[in-house]
Structure formats: structure tokens, C-alpha cells
């Protein structure tokens, strides 16, 4: 056999390999990627679909949900005013306090740092009963004000760490440059920082987002008033019963319709999110 | 510019951790007066045997599902660790179940394991380890492996990412050099990927950990504790007798028992996390 052919085999032959063992990585990929979209799918089929009457398609239960208890717009929209405002109080406060960890020098500095942090040993399920307490002194037990406060405060060590280490990562010629041209430090916040720690907010708010839209201990705890309710409680009285006969395609329906403002804001903040808890967890 | 973050930190933790502890000093009912109990809470929960069995379910689903958590983030890690073309959308897939919401993803598998109805049943079914006619739900071991399959469909994402930041991070040649060498996969998995990646080894795991050990809206939701209470969190039996019983001054005690645990669970994990 020439030299020739045998190289020209040996390179079919890897090439034929590289093939088998590219077409076992995607075959591999997308059987997961099946597994973890068939309970969704499944579950959006079924919704829409009437077992009474072999399958046909339905949209009986959704239908069912806007009349469940006080209707499902009226939960969703106690679950949306708690999410945003929850977003919009931990961004403000987080990035504040980021910046000023990272960026200005204090007395103290480390020592304010180091107790932001504490939370983190203590979990929230831990002090939900002082909390309680207190909230029950404030007078905010059962309203949605004294959730998003308590929410907003379990958020602070994560998004103030990950805040902090957004505005470590400029590089320090930025400011210079910035104070060359009179910037005063607030100006100085918004016009050369933010727009640089984009992926931190981001993370941030993804976060306190789906924290305020789907938590269920705190809202359990805190909110007895089916006036107040938010999503995860309507949810818990549909499985028990208490709008009426149990039907579980209206539960299955109401899991599905409580799931998509997380999945919508997680595929616009997709890019930026991963890189973000990529980076807070890297540098912790 | 630190003031309002230390405001709600010292409104939301600072003063909670000093009332937790005066309040797991006391008989503190919801309505009424408390009264001062010395230490005599510690002293009930140190001998109810119901917390006991607690506490024992929550360490046994613990040692159980963060091992199956951890290597089934890892192998995820290893598929969507690539930089070839369309592995972003694997990605964001296995990602997704972490953003859909606990409580949510919960309902949702309440119907999906519903005898005779629920897709899951029915793939049970077809293994032949349920009949489709009685709930699963009556078997503690069936009930436990649900609800860890749940847990792991619902965050593995979260650790999937994190290892594969990290082994990202990895330079190519090395493998190369490996591959020459003549090791075969899994021998550059252990002797090359997993010694390089130990700090987010270590982090994976504190956070899996401490997630498992506070558990409680798969099971607050799924089996509401069943069968026969058999599968009763810590974090439920605190929310039980703290606020169905209104005894909130044990369930003090309870929560102060519990965060002793996860501190000194954390304090070890962090010492390897540092040592690196």
C-alpha cells in the first residue's frame, strides 16, 4: 500500500470517529434536554386537553382560572406588584451600597462589609419567627409592603457581594479619566459605572424577581388575607379545594401561567445572567 | 450610601437574630403573655422524639440527594462546557427549571404524579414501581426519590453552571497534553478536571447542602409530609409548631437548633473553600 493511501485512510478514519463521537454528544444533549422539557410540555398538553372527552382540545381550565376565587388576575397582580417592587428596592440598594464598598473609602470599611455578609451563614427560614414578630409590631403583618421588605432584605448579602464585586472589576482609569473631566460622584455612578456593571443588574434583578414572584415560606407566614394573596398561595387553594371542587387541570394551568414571567425575563437576561453568577460564585 | 442597606439588614437581621434568641427563652404564644422559660424549650426539643425524626429525615434526605444532585450537575457541566456552536441553547434548557419558581414547578409535579394520570406515573408505571391506581405518595420510598428527581429537574441548573464556569477555565492544552499521554476521559475528569475546580467544587456543595437541609416547598407541597408524617422537614416541623401551633418561642428554639447545624455544616465547607 502506498504511503499515500494509508495516510489518506488513517485521515477518513479520524474524521469518521470525530463523526461518531460528534453524533454521540448531540444525540446525548438533546435526550436530555428532552427529559427536562417533558414535564413542561406534557404539563402545557394536558392543560389544553379534556380527559373526559378522549383529549380534545380545551381551553376549559384556563378559562376556570380567572373565576377561581377572586380570579387568578387579581393573585398574579399582588405576585407582580410584590416582584417589581421587591427588583426595583434591591437594585437601588444594592447598587448603592456596591458602589460604595467598592469605590469610595470609608471608616470602617471592612468591618460593614463583613456584616452585610453575615446573612449568608443565617438562613431566612431561620429568623422567619422573630421576623414575625416584629412585622406583627409594625403593624405590616398581612400586607404585601412588609413582604417585599422582608424579601428585599434577604436579598441584600447576595446582590450586595455581587454588586461590589461588578464595580471592583473596573478598571481604575475609568475614574480617573471621569474626574480629569469634573464629573461629580453621582455623575460619576451613572454615566461610567452603570452602563459597566449591566450584567450584575441584571443577575440581580433575575433574582430578586423570581424571588418575589415565587416564594411560598414567607408569603405562608405573612399574609393570611385572601385579599393578598400571591400566586403561590392561589395556587396552594386551588390543590386544596378551597375555590370550589379540586380540578387539577386548573391547578396545571396555574402552575403553567405562574411559570411564564420568570421564563420570558430569564430568555431576555439569559446573556448576561450566566455570565453574572458565574462571576459572583468564581470570586467568592 | 450604606445607609439604607444596613437600615433594612439591622430592621431584617440584626434585631430578628437577638429576638430569636430572647424568644427561644420564652414561652411566646401568638396572643397572650410570655413568660420567661429559662432553657426549658432546649430541654423539650433535646427529648421530643418528633423532632428527632425530623431532624434524622432531613440529614438522611440530605446524605441521599446531594451526592445524585452534585454528579448530575457535573455531567450537565460536561455537556454544555464546550464552546461549540448550539450548545447555548442546551444550556439555557437545563437552566431553565431553575427559573420556572418552586412553588409552581411543585404544583406542577403534584398533576404530573397523579395515579393513572400524570406522566410521571405513567413512566413509573411502565418500570413497573407503581399500578396507576394507588397514589405513589403512600410509598416513603417512592415519595423521597420524586421528590429528589424534583429537586434536582428544579436546581441542577444553578450548579450545572457554576462547574462549568470553572471548567471553562481550564486550559485546553492540558487535556491535549493528557490526551498524548494517553488518559482516557475519565482519568482527565479526576486527575485533571476535578483538582482544578475544587474551589467550585466546594461552593457547589455548601450551596446544595444547605439547600437540602432547609428544604420545604417540595415537600410542604408534594407529600404534605406523608405518609404518615414519615416526611416531615426540619423547616416544616419549624413552620408547624411555630405557626399552626403558635408556639412560637419552641419554634425559636427550633430554628436556632437548626442554624447552629447549617453554621457549623458551612464554617467546614468554607475552610476548604479558603484553603485554596
Not at chain 1, 398574579?76 to 447598587?95: D, G, Q
Request: proline share 4%; net charge positive.
Amino acid at each position: 500500500m502506498s504511503t499515500y493511501t494509508q495516510v489518506r485512510n488513517r485521515l477518513s478514519d479520524s474524521r469518521t470517529r470525530r463523526l461518531i463521537t460528534e453524533f454521540g454528544y448531540y444525540g446525548v444533549a438533546v435526550l436530555v434536554a428532552g427529559a427536562f422539557l417533558a414535564p413542561l410540555l406534557w404539563s402545557v398538553v394536558r392543560s389544553f386537553s379534556d380527559p373526559l372527552h378522549g383529549w380534545a382540545p380545551t381551553s376549559r381550565y384556563y378559562d376556570e382560572l380567572w373565576t377561581a376565587g377572586r380570579g387568578l388576575g387579581h393573585y398574579a397582580a399582588n405576585s407582580l406588584i410584590v416582584a417589581v417592587s421587591t427588583t426595583v428596592l434591591t437594585l437601588l440598594l444594592s447598587t448603592l451600597a456596591g458602589y460604595a464598598l467598592a469605590r469610595t473609602k470609608f471608616p470602617g470599611q471592612n468591618i460593614v462589609f463583613a456584616a452585610m455578609l453575615l446573612p449568608f451563614m443565617v438562613p431566612y427560614q431561620g429568623i422567619m419567627v422573630p421576623i414575625y414578630t416584629i412585622m406583627a409590631k409594625l403593624g405590616l403583618v398581612n400586607s404585601l409592603v412588609g413582604l417585599v421588605l422582608i424579601y428585599t432584605s434577604f436579598m441584600m448579602p447576595f446582590s450586595i457581594f455581587l454588586m461590589r464585586n461588578s464595580f471592583l472589576a473596573i478598571p481604575g482609569e475609568m475614574e480617573e479619566a471621569a474626574i480629569m473631566d469634573g464629573a461629580s460622584m453621582f455623575q460619576m455612578l451613572t454615566r461610567v459605572f452603570l452602563p459597566l456593571v449591566v450584567p450584575g443588574l441584571a443577575t440581580v434583578a433575575l433574582y430578586a424577581f423570581m424571588y418575589g414572584w415565587s416564594d411560598l415560606l414567607a408569603a405562608l407566614i405573612m399574609l393570611n388575607n385572601d385579599r393578598n394573596f400571591t400566586l403561590p398561595l392561589a395556587l396552594g387553594g386551588l390543590q386544596q379545594g378551597d375555590y370550589g371542587a379540586i380540578d387539577l387541570g386548573v391547578l396545571e394551568a396555574g402552575a403553567i401561567v405562574s411559570m411564564i414571567p420568570c421564563i420570558v425575563l430569564f430568555l431576555i437576561l439569559q446573556r448576561y445572567y450566566i455570565r453574572g453568577i458565574a462571576a459572583g460564585a468564581i470570586k467568592l | 450610601m450604606m445607609t439604607p442597606s444596613v437600615l433594612i439588614s439591622l430592621v431584617f437581621f440584626g434585631i430578628p437574630m437577638l429576638l430569636l434568641v430572647w424568644m427561644s427563652l420564652n414561652n411566646w404564644p401568638l396572643l397572650g403573655n410570655t413568660s420567661f422559660i429559662g432553657l426549658a424549650n432546649y430541654a423539650e426539643a433535646m427529648t421530643d422524639e418528633k423532632f428527632h425524626s425530623v431532624v434524622r429525615f432531613t440529614l438522611l434526605f440530605t446524605v441521599i440527594a446531594t451526592p445524585v444532585q452534585i454528579l448530575s450537575g457535573y455531567l450537565l457541566a460536561m455537556i454544555v462546557r464546550r464552546r461549540a456552536r448550539g450548545v447555548g441553547v442546551f444550556r439555557a434548557i437545563y437552566f431553565l427549571p431553575v427559573v420556572v419558581g418552586g412553588a409552581a414547578a411543585s404544583y406542577m409535579f403534584v398533576v404530573l404524579i397523579k395515579p393513572g394520570q400524570g406522566l410521571i406515573d405513567q413512566v413509573l408505571q411502565v418500570v413497573g414501581l407503581t399500578d396507576g391506581k394507588t397514589s405513589l405518595l403512600g410509598n416513603f420510598w417512592l415519595s423521597v426519590w420524586v421528590v429528589i428527581g424534583i429537586t434536582i429537574w428544579k436546581g441542577v441548573g444553578t450548579t450545572m453552571v457554576i462547574l462549568m464556569a470553572a471548567m471553562q477555565s481550564v486550559p485546553e492544552e492540558v487535556y491535549e497534553a493528557a490526551k498524548v499521554d494517553g488518559a482516557g476521559w475519565l482519568q482527565r475528569e479526576t486527575r485533571i478536571t476535578l483538582p482544578l475546580i475544587t474551589q467550585s467544587m466546594a461552593l457547589v456543595l455548601l450551596l446544595t447542602i444547605t439547600g437540602n437541609m432547609l428544604a420545604f416547598d417540595q415537600f410542604f407541597i408534594i407529600t404534605g409530609g406523608g405518609p404518615a408524617r414519615s416526611t416531615v422537614t426540619a423547616v416544616f416541623w419549624l413552620y408547624t409548631e411555630a405557626f399552626v401551633r403558635y408556639r412560637m418561642g419552641y419554634g425559636a428554639a427550633l430554628a436556632i437548633l437548626i442554624v447552629i447545624v447549617l453554621a457549623i455544616a458551612s464554617a467546614i465547607q468554607l475552610r476548604v473553600l479558603r484553603e485554596k
